[in-house]
């Protein structure tokens, strides 16, 4: 890796433009480009390439999956919303008719279930006092 940097010097021994082991590359005169010359005796790279391509469609079967789920859970966010929204007005329609169930009966419906609350209390109350004894 090191003789990239040291371009057409033969450095350590390796040939120039090499970059690993089995691969050399070559400038082509006038021109920017290189040639990529293979060398039959480390002819692993279509293993590698073999190997590359099966994790490359393990990860786009992932990619599949990430994207079906995602969509699956926007579907039920939407529908938890409408479910809130429906629920929002229906609580909304509710309290505007107990509102005016309170203003037409007065407050005297109010003060019906202050003294029920306060006779519960007080029934609760000698309750737990006499149990004691």
Known sequence: MASNSH????YY?????????GLSTRPVTGNDDIQLRIDPMHADLDDEITG???QVRQLRNVAQEIESE????NDF???????VMKAQAGVKNNMRKLNKSIIQQGSSHVMH???FALFCFFVVYFWSKFSRR
Do not use: E
């Open 7 to 10: 371009k057409g010097s033969d």
């Open 13 to 21: 021994g390796t040939a120039p433009y090499r970059s690993r082991q």
């Open 52 to 54: 590359l391509r099966s």
């Open 70 to 73: 995602a969509k699956f859970q």
């Open 77 to 83: 966010i939407n529908q938890l919303q409408m479910t």
């Open 113 to 115: 279930v202050v003294l």
